[in-house]
Nanobody
Framework: QVQLVESGSVSVQAGASLTISCAASGFAIEPWASEWYRQRPVGLRTKVGTIDRQSNADVFDPVKGRFAITRDNVRNEVYLRMDTLKPEDTATYYC?????WGQGIKVTVSS
C-alpha cells in the first residue's frame, strides 16, 4: 500500500520553530523528488518548496529564508522545518511524493 503519513494538528506561538515530517510506506522515496504544499484556511493549495533526489532543496516566497526541506532516504521520510513562524503561516501542510499526497498537518500560529 502506498501511503504518506503526515497527519494531525499543531498549535504554536508566533516566532516559534517547528519541524513536520512525512513518512512514506509502500515505496522508497529515494528515486523521487518531494514537495511540500500548504493550503491556508481561505485559498488555494500552493507549493512551499521542493527537494530533489540529491537533496538539493528550494523554498519559495513568502517562506524563503524561514523554511527548509530535508530528507532521510534511510528512514524514508521528508521534513519541513519552519522557523520564525508567523500567523499568516497558519495552514494545512501537505507532502507530495511520486503522485501520492499525505493527509495533511494543520499548523496554527497564534500571535
Amino acid at each position: 500500500q502506498v501511503q504518506l503519513v503526515e497527519s494531525g494538528s499543531v498549535s504554536v506561538q508566533a516566532g516559534a520553530s517547528l519541524t513536520i515530517s512525512c513518512a512514506a510506506s509502500g515505496f522508497a522515496i529515494e528515486p523521487w523528488a518531494s514537495e511540500w504544499y500548504r493550503q491556508r484556511p481561505v485559498g488555494l493549495r500552493t507549493k512551499v518548496g521542493t527537494i530533489d533526489r540529491q537533496s538539493n532543496a528550494d523554498v519559495f516566497d513568502p517562506v524563503k529564508g524561514r523554511f527548509a526541506i530535508t530528507r532521510d532516504n534511510v528512514r524514508n521520510e521528508v521534513y519541513l522545518r519552519m522557523d520564525t513562524l508567523k500567523p499568516e503561516d497558519t495552514a494545512t501542510y501537505y507532502c507530495h511524493i511520486h503522485g501520492s499526497w499525505g493527509q495533511g498537518i494543520k499548523v496554527t500560529v497564534s500571535s
